[in-house]
């Protein structure tokens, strides 16, 4: 069965450092989000992307972030100086085009630590 | 502003009775719903959804149910067994948007 991949499962790193998180969604998918969840609180909403731009993106998703997809197959997330606060378990996902419907495939997560 | 909201934090159940999970949204754009189940140290696994066209979605031991008017739903678990035991986000989506917003979730447990 086809799924998102995500790497690394885990990274802690230290505060104002650069990181990036990779993602590879289900191959014949078309939107590609990302979602964190800190520890205890909801999944939270930060960035989806389809036809190689952004098409929404929340208050949290600020000039800290940003989010590419280099090589028609990675999805990547920066953080370009990483806060404490940025600790959270990260989650892609990705879904088909379908009208009216559509269900997101989460990948397994990675969990940044910032120390 | 939190437009999908799950209000009960826990549930506890006896095996093989009935798990009853509630959410309410606020949003009347809504017209997507969805149930997600959720194991610590993974990601949340889609269970089941409904469009708003629907009131009622089934498949095996899990129900969804739409009211529309009162901006609820509910998933329904029937049997349920020790393996349900996780956490459960319902989820809902409006017609223009791509966004998926998320309730806090319920943990669910079920007692053997």
């Known amino acids: 069965e086809p799924e998102v991949t995500q790497t690394p499962s885990h990274q802690v790193t230290q505060m104002g450092q650069e990181v990036i998180l990779r993602c590879v969604p289900i191959?014949?998918?078309?939107?590609f989000y990302w979602y964190r969840q800190i520890l205890g609180q909801k999944v939270e909403f930060l960035v989806s992307?389809?036809?190689?731009?952004?098409?929404?993106k929340s208050e949290i998703f600020d000039d800290q972030f940003s989010v590419e997809r280099p090589d028609g197959s990675n999805f990547t997330l920066k953080i370009r100086s990483t806060k404490l606060e940025d600790s959270a378990m990260y989650f892609c996902?990705?879904?088909?085009?379908?009208?009216?419907?559509?269900?997101?495939?989460f990948g397994e997560g990675s969990r940044l630590t910032v120390l | 502003d939190q437009q999908v909201k799950q209000n009960s934090p826990s549930l506890s159940v006896q095996e093989g009775r009935i798990s009853i999970l509630n959410c309410d949204y606020t949003?009347?754009?809504?017209?997507?719903f969805l149930w997600y189940k959720k194991y610590p140290a993974e990601g949340p696994t889609f269970l089941i959804s409904?469009?708003?066209?629907?009131d009622k979605n089934e498949d095996g031991r899990f129900t969804v149910f739409l009211n529309k008017s009162a901006k609820h739903l509910s998933l329904h678990i029937v049997p349920s067994q020790p393996g349900d035991s996780a956490v459960y986000f319902c989820?809902?989506?409006?017609?223009?948007?791509?966004?998926?917003?998320f309730g806090t979730g319920t943990s669910l447990t079920v007692i053997p």
């Open positions: 996902a990705s879904r088909w085009d379908l009208p009216g419907a559509g269900e997101l495939f």
């Open positions: 949003n009347s754009m809504f017209d997507y």
């Open positions: 992307f389809y036809n190689n731009e952004i098409s929404e």
């Open positions: 409904i469009s708003s066209i629907k």
């Open positions: 989820a809902a989506r409006r017609v223009t948007g791509n966004q998926f917003y």
């Open positions: 191959s014949n998918h078309l939107y």
